[in-house]
């Protein structure tokens, strides 16, 4: 059976995630900040209980993701999904209003957060068969890409992850482990907003396909859901 590790699993994307593996037999390890409020990963975590546990992950809190490796020490983990993000508050991300404390958080959650995650998590993964960790990144985080301006804090923290993730791949060679940077699209969840253009179904769809494609000399590549590259 295929194992999987998302975080921020109980809403938007990482819950989707969390749905589509479940239901296709994987094993799931789903990492949430708050398992008492998660109502809806709960009630689907009961509905596959022989497949999908939920454990209290907070990726900013790097002592509960060591213990958290410690608890899954024995577990083979083949896909390991860094997906918790935060979009800092808008008026905290424009020029003259600049929130530096959110900028520091956002920071430790979508730059620091995945490569902890790694770091705590490359035995499991260098033991299974499929050796993948998939960060979720952002178009808004490419320097090519970016013809609006603006949101200081969510681009830099999103393409810093980028050029993280980047060494990573090649630090990982030696372990044939494939680590990849995927776009979700613009998707309708509460960070995506209501006029996201896609679904968080077509998203993990997407997402799930090119993962599934994926071959070891992809690693270190940022791929969109509908699998074209997005320049850096
Ligand atoms: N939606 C889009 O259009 C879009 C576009 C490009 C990239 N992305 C990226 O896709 C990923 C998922 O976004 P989404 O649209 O699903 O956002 P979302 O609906 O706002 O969900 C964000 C998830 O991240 C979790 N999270 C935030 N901070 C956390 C922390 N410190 N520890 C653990 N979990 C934390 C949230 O948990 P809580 O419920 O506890 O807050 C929630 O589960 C993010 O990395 C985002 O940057 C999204």
């Not at 003259?96 to 959110?102: P, W």
């Amino acid at each position: 059976m295929r194992t999987a590790l998302i975080t921020g699993a109980n809403r938007g994307i990482g819950l989707e995630f969390v749905q589509q593996y479940a239901k296709e037999g994987w094993r799931v390890f789903a990492g949430c900040r708050n398992p008492a409020t998660a109502e809806a990963l709960n009630s689907f975590a009961t509905q596959y209980a022989d497949q999908v546990t939920v454990h209290p992950l907070n990726v900013i809190n790097h002592q509960q993701i060591e213990q958290l490796s410690q608890a899954l020490s024995n577990q083979t983990i083949d896909l390991l999904i860094n997906n918790a993000g935060v979009y800092p508050p808008e008026q905290g991300d424009e020029l003259g209003k600049t929130d530096y404390e959110a900028w520091v958080y956002a920071f430790e959650v979508n730059t620091m957060a995945p490569l902890k995650m790694v770091e705590a998590f490359v035995r499991q993964v260098s033991r299974s068969r499929l050796k993948t960790v998939i960060t979720i990144t952002s178009k808004m985080g490419s320097v090519t890409d970016n013809h609006g301006g603006g949101s200081y804090i969510y681009r830099s923290s999103k393409s810093a992850v980028n050029i993280v993730m980047k060494s990573l791949s090649i630090d990982l060679r030696s372990s044939q482990i494939t680590a990849v940077l995927l776009h979700p699209g613009w998707v309708r969840t509460d960070m995506g907003g209501p006029n996201g253009l896609i679904t968080v179904e077509q998203s993990v769809t997407g997402m799930r396909r090119v993962i599934s494609n994926l071959k070891f000399e992809d690693s270190g590549k940022f791929y969109a859901f509908d699998g074209k590259i997005v320049p850096w």
